[in-house]
């Protein structure tokens, strides 16, 4: 039963792997990219680790896979912050039907705004 | 004072579990490494105004878990399906809070929530910059933003609210 669960939990953390690598490429711009680089990875890193946790069935390894858990929990969104906001502020192009408002853009310092950019929202 | 004292128990606790091994040993190689990054970057008394209240932190915990999911299976759905569906759009959302370091929880949180990527944290009170995948309406993104911003509240503000 255990070794159950625990290749089930390996098989949905590493499909949701591969999704988040299929994302990188599919998505149409860096922002977009950025959503499959965080959430399906990070939930994908939780359910591979607790599967090797089960299926080792050791609580020292679960202690430090616990600690890994936690550092992806804080790292993913701030690594994605800082990527996305360097981006922006680059002019990195946004897909063109991205809408931005005016005072969103200029809060961000953006340099280029997006062509389908508009007021209102 | 307590404040690094509770960082440097944090800090020994971590070392003791990437050890994997809880011992004498252990524990005071953690208060040597511990104390060390305490004198090299001290803490800048960042968390006043915050507190803990164990039964909203788990609301807030099991909220987010849900929700990290929902967002796994939304850009899994987006990415898997040959049909775009994506409205993208980067949005002004102004939070309540002034806490800085509750602003930084709900925008990391909002990384890790369905269609919404933080971008920046400009201004006092704290404004978040997010990226959203699928723009239908914009009140419901302020709303689901604010839902996870009063839980957090909930679950570690001392600040005056509502």
Not at chain 1, 47 to 70: C, E, N, P, R, Y
Not at chain 2, 46 to 64: D, E, H, I, N, V
Request: glycine content about 10%; proline content about 5%.
């Amino acid at each position: 039963m255990t070794d159950f669960i625990a290749a089930s939990l390996l098989l949905a953390g590493v499909a949701l792997a591969l999704v988040a690598s299929i994302g990188l490429h599919r998505l149409p711009d860096l922002f977009s990219r950025m959503h499959a680089a965080t959430k399906p990875a990070t939930l994908g890193l939780v359910l591979t680790l607790t599967g090797v946790v089960i299926g080792l069935g050791d609580l020292s390894a679960g202690v430090k896979l616990g600690v890994v858990i936690i550092a992806q929990f804080i790292t993913a969104p701030i690594g994605a912050h800082l990527i996305g906001r360097s981006a922006y502020a680059a002019g990195t192009e946004l897909s063109p039907d991205t809408l931005v408002d005016k005072a969103v853009s200029d809060a961000l310092g953006g340099t280029t705004a997006a062509p389908g950019s508009e007021s209102g929202n | 004072m307590s404040q690094r004292l509770l960082s440097l128990t944090w800090m020994t606790l971590v070392w003791m579990a990437l050890w994997g091994d809880i011992s004498v040993a252990n524990a005071l190689g953690g208060i040597v490494v511990g104390s060390a990054i305490l004198l090299i970057v001290p803490p800048r008394g960042l968390s006043s105004g915050l507190t803990l209240r164990p039964f909203s932190a788990l609301r807030l915990g099991a909220y987010f878990s849900w929700q990290l999911v929902e967002a796994s299976a939304i850009v899994a759905w987006e990415v898997i399906t040959p049909v775009s569906r994506l409205n993208q759009a980067i949005v002004a959302v102004p939070l309540r809070t002034r806490s800085r370091v509750l602003a930084a929880l709900v925008g990391n949180m909002v990384s890790l929530t369905p269609g919404t990527l933080t971008l920046d944290v400009l201004g006092d009170p704290p404004v978040l910059y997010v990226h959203v995948l699928h723009l239908r309406d914009g009140k419901q993104i302020l709303a689901s933003i604010h839902t996870l911003e009063a839980l957090a509240l909930r679950a570690f503000s001392t600040e005056e609210h509502q």
